[in-house]
């Protein structure tokens, strides 16, 4: 019989207002930073990938510490590293959907920056 905290699936509505929050903060950062509306799609990717990574690598680092706490048997086992994989999986979607807005944006970045330079 798996000893396996069935109260860890629950939903942690917490855990979501933070990564909420962290991407709220990273729209702020870029729009006071001067980012034009042309890249609001990108920048709602970009913030809402950012800031579930951001959550999710903790998650992630939780389930592991789990796991190294759990007992040693082998369906509670099982069960824990099927956690981390779901987790590992969530992150590896995040990594591949950021990639083209950040892109955009740090492009943005460097050529604003650079035509600032340039004045």
């Known amino acids: 019989m798996s000893t396996y905290p069935m109260e ?4 942690d ?3 979501a207002r933070r990564n909420s929050s ?3 903060q990273v729209v702020i950062k870029l729009k006071e930073a001067g980012l034009p509306e042309d890249f609001d799609e990108d920048l709602a990717s970009l913030s809402t990938d950012l800031g579930d990574l951001w959550g999710a690598q903790k998650a992630l680092a939780e389930r592991l510490e789990a796991f190294v706490r759990s007992p040693h048997d082998w369906e509670t086992l099982g069960d824990y590293l099927m ?11 995040h990594l591949s959907s950021v990639q ?6 740090a ?6 920056a650079l035509g600032q330079q340039e004045k």
């Open 8 to 11: 860890e699936l629950s939903p």
């Open 13 to 15: 509505l917490e855990q």
């Open 22 to 24: 962290m991407a709220h």
């Open 83 to 93: 956690d981390l994989k779901a987790s590992i999986d969530h992150i590896a979607w």
């Open 100 to 105: 083209r807005p950040l892109d955009r944006i």
């Open 107 to 112: 492009r943005f970045a460097y050529e604003t």
